[in-house]
């Protein structure tokens, strides 16, 4: 288990926009691919989005494709999620996963729960006017 750390969730109205941060301490992200998943009250949790470990290659869940926006600054030791154009049902607490250690590559895994090691505590994201 790594020491990962979720932050920027809040209350938003819808159309609004937040950005999530994953940080890391204590280790380094770069060999890491990380994602973003959800869990909304009484529902599943689902990946939203992965990024590769060097950044070069993203992959996202349809249903937030063209709204949200996965990108890392490795010398931050930091993964970011931007969302836009928020709706209701994006509702949910977030969370950041890593897998790997994967080299300094530009593979993206699929979003597997089962793949991804080490889990944050999340954050809670309400979108509600």
């Known amino acids: 288990q790594l020491p990962l750390v979720e932050s920027g969730g809040g209350l938003v109205q819808p159309g609004g926009s937040l950005r999530l941060s994953c940080a890391a301490s204590?280790?380094?992200?770069?060999?890491?691919?990380i994602g973003w998943f959800r869990q909304a009250p009484g529902k599943e949790r689902e990946g939203v989005s992965c990024?590769?470990?060097?950044?070069?290659?993203?992959t996202s869940a349809d249903s937030v494709k063209g709204r949200f926006t996965i990108s890392r600054d490795n010398a931050k030791n930091t993964v970011y999620l931007q969302m836009n154009s928020l709706k209701p049902e994006d509702t949910a607490v977030y969370y950041c996963?890593?897998?790997?250690?994967?080299?300094?590559?530009?593979?993206?895994?699929?979003?597997?729960?089962?793949?991804?090691?080490?889990w944050g505590q999340g954050t809670q994201v309400t979108v509600s006017s």
């Open positions: 990024i590769s470990p060097s950044g070069g290659s993203t």
């Open positions: 996963a890593a897998v790997g250690p994967l080299g300094y590559s530009d593979y993206v895994p699929d979003l597997n729960i089962a793949d991804f090691s080490s």
């Open positions: 204590g280790f380094t992200l770069d060999y890491y691919a």
